[in-house]
């Protein structure tokens, strides 16, 4: 599997990576091991947590599936062949978003035991924590390279103005800058990320690892009508994406998927993968077929043709 490398990092990343969102939620521990194991087999490297997930499940109160990759990375022995990307600032109890340093300093270490090792490889700051000022963030971070805790950082769901305002923060106060964004981005979801953010990242070689990267599971084309939102968990999320919009581009990955005899979240992956100014999509399984399909993604190769039918269906 071919590697890219991430922004200015020393990190080369596989062309996917795999969402850990579900792990002990709609995957129970033996499934998200055998996931994992699948995963590595075929060559990819990376994966994506949080330390918030997953909160939102009954009876679960966060950092669920860093215990699930902890304990898989001890019993393989193998962590120095996997990334490990996860998250801090979301709420995890203390009733707000937060990135002071004080907070980074508790929750990384909870974090670290729970995966189980010494070290995070890329480190995110989940949402934006407008009662913190960037200096102070990025201050506790560069603390926390020096102690060996983080090897590299970055930022999730920041826009144009407020990735400009931290670089800006990093290279007048001489501290570590964010590396790395992790912005929602697919087929549908472009407009948040297409245009002043894109340019951005690609202007200061930032790498992007984006997120929803199947539109919460639309572009895997079983979502057809509102009858069909029962399929899942996730089907009520899918709702939005029923309009005229939506099914022209299920039409098209139809068209392209038939041409390639793929299915059309394959194709919706090798889209983003294919894009310029995205390092690799995040997705995720839930069952050894699905983990199947993602893989066969990232070596999924769309012409000119396919891409330019795409583009004009999402435009």
Known sequence: MQKRRLGRTDLEIAPLVLGGNVFAWTADEKTSFDLLDRFVAAGLNTIDTADVYSRWAPGHSGGESETIIGKWMKSRG???????????????????????????????????????????????????????????????????????????????????????????????????????????????????????????????????????????????????????????????????????????????????STRHAAKPAEVALAWVIARSGVTAPIASATSLPQMDSLIRSAELKLDAADIAELDAASA
């Open 78 to 256: 193998n962590r120095h062949k996997v990334i490990v990307v996860t998250k801090v600032g979301s709420d995890m109890g203390q009733g707000k978003v937060d990135l002071s340093a004080a907070y980074i300093a508790r929750a990384v270490e909870a974090s670290l035991t729970r995966l189980q090792t010494d070290f995070i490889d890329l480190y995110l700051s989940h949402w934006p924590d407008a009662s913190t000022p960037y200096e102070e963030t990025l201050g506790a971070y560069e603390k926390l390279i020096e102690q060996g805790k983080v090897r590299n950082i970055g930022a999730s769901n920041l826009d144009a103005d407020q990735l400009g305002a931290a670089l800006k923060v990093a290279r007048e106060k001489g501290l570590p800058r964010y590396d790395v964004l992790q912005p929602e981005y697919n087929l549908y979801d472009r407009a948040s990320y297409d245009g002043p953010l894109r340019d951005l990242c690609m202007a200061e070689d930032i790498g992007v690892i984006t997120y929803f990267s199947l539109a919460k599971g639309f572009l895997s084309g079983k979502y057809r009508s509102e009858a069909d939102l029962g399929k899942s968990p996730r089907g009520e999320g899918v709702k939005q994406y029923l309009d005229a919009r939506g099914m022209r581009i299920l039409a098209a990955l139809d068209a392209v």
